[in-house]
């Protein structure tokens, strides 16, 4: 048990176009979902936290307005980035903790790449 | 300033040889440890954790780690690398609050 998808894995968009990236719980319910970006050859960087029925919690720099978390349910969080450019391009990885489990134990996704040209 | 240090950026290792990663973190108590393995394009897999009791840890693929209080380190080690282990290595930590912080990753060459 304990896996979490994305959708989709690869995106490619021309620049001023948004886009929607999925994270999905398949098994269980989680209460937090967490936000990643890993840019090439780099360490992946938390973005924010995304509580069910909550609003998100974004890590310092992270431009709230331009990357839109919503987490309307306990198996689905979605990661917005709007108006997208260049600099964006990125692995966009997400994790979710079960409800119920101790803080620490975070389960990941895929990732999504997003290209933007 | 807080911080998880991997020094290696890239390790070459011969197939069939020991494999020792290196970690050091910076948070006034002990955290939560963790080693992540990630192939290339892939997501991350977690190796092994540490949260308290016994200092050495096993993980899966035959990886284990020990924690060093002392030395505020947790690295992780294999004593016979296969071909199939070549990828990238991230340790992470989790001080507070269940977020993680992730070092810069440890790429693994591994030569037949």
């Known amino acids: 048990g304990a896996v979490v998808s994305q959708h989709p894995s690869w995106v490619i968009c021309k620049s001023g176009t948004s886009v929607k990236i999925e994270c999905r719980s398949l098994?269980?319910?989680?209460?937090?979902m967490f936000w990643y970006r890993q840019f090439p050859k780099q360490s992946l960087m938390l973005m924010a936290t995304s509580n069910e029925g909550s609003k998100a919690t974004y890590e310092q720099g992270v431009e709230k307005d331009k990357f839109l978390i919503n987490h309307a349910s306990l198996t689905l969080s979605t990661l917005t980035v709007t108006s997208a450019h260049p600099e964006d391009s990125s692995f966009y990885i997400c994790?979710?903790?079960?409800?119920?489990?101790?803080?620490?134990?975070?389960?990941f996704g895929p990732g999504t790449r997003l290209l933007v040209l | 300033a807080q911080s998880v240090t991997q020094p290696d950026i890239h390790i070459t290792v011969s197939e069939g040889a020991s494999l020792e990663l290196r970690c050091n973190y910076s948070?006034?108590?002990?955290?939560?440890l963790f080693w992540y393995v990630q192939s290339p394009g892939q997501g991350l897999q977690l190796l092994l954790k540490y949260f308290s009791g016994d200092t050495l840890v096993q993980g899966i693929k035959g990886f284990e780690a020990e924690f060093k209080r002392s030395q505020s380190s947790f690295n992780l080690r294999k004593p016979s690398v296969h071909w199939s282990d070549a990828a990238e290595y991230f340790c992470a930590v989790v001080p507070e609050e269940g977020k993680f912080y992730f070092g810069s990753g440890t790429k693994l060459n591994v030569k037949p």
């Open positions: 994790s979710a903790r079960k409800a119920g489990d101790n803080q620490e134990t975070q389960y």
């Open positions: 948070y006034g108590a002990t955290p939560y």
């Open positions: 098994d269980f319910q989680a209460t937090t």
